[in-house]
């Protein structure tokens, strides 16, 4: 029998990561309309996730699109970090990190250009998986199925030995759709508990 294998999302699942205003906060002070931030940005937010831009590029672009200066896009991108880092869910971390020798753990996060600089410094999720696998450094995202495999390939596990976790419910169907197990993530308890299942220490649904 292959020994089984645990992947997770960060933001949402590890982090958590609510919404902290900061767009509105920034239109209000620079006398935008709503939503004009996303708007004059999608693209460059859109190029970040799959690593189709640079960190340099992307203030670039922040303070040429938002006419902001150099002090101005230095507190724009700290509040964007502030919101994308969250906080970490102590209590799943540490369930996680009790499972080392017990299943393959790997991380499939869709991200943005310097997050692995930032929160694996942070939160050492290298030292709690063994695989982080972000999206813009392979250039695609979930639910692309590209995505699972190449995590899968990384972690050298067969999809149907995996449960993957994550809040997103298109990108569990994903999962499913490649072969693993899937759980959307909604609190710890449930979590912890299908975990538990697919370890084998427990009954239940194995969905």
């Not at 935008?32 to 460059?44: G, M």
Request: hydrophobic letters at 40%; a negative charge; proline letters at 7%.
């Amino acid at each position: 029998m292959n020994a089984p294998c645990l992947i997770l999302d960060i933001g949402g699942v590890l982090e958590y990561t609510p919404r902290t205003g900061w767009p509105e906060r920034w239109e209000r002070l620079l006398e935008l309309p709503p939503h004009a931030i996303d708007e004059r940005l999608r693209d460059v937010w859109q190029a970040g996730a799959i690593g189709g831009i640079t960190e340099p590029e992307v203030r670039e672009q922040v303070a040429a699109r938002l006419h902001l200066g150099p002090a101005q896009v230095e507190a724009f991108m700290a509040d964007l970090w502030e919101e994308y880092l969250g906080t970490p869910n102590e209590e799943l971390i540490a369930h996680v990190r009790g499972l080392r020798g017990r299943a393959r753990l790997g991380i499939l996060s869709n991200s943005f250009v310097g997050a692995r600089e930032r929160e694996v410094p942070l939160y050492r999720f290298d030292e709690l998986v063994e695989h982080i696998v972000y999206s813009h450094e392979i250039g695609t995202g979930k639910p692309d199925p590209r995505a699972y495999e190449i995590t899968c390939a990384e972690l050298g596990v067969s999809p149907v030995d995996c449960l993957f976790i994550d809040d997103h419910a298109p990108n569990v169907q994903a999962a499913r759709a490649v072969g693993m197990q899937a759980h959307l993530f909604e609190d710890n308890a449930p979590a912890i508990a299908r975990i538990a299942r697919h370890l084998g220490d427990g009954d239940g649904d194995v969905r």
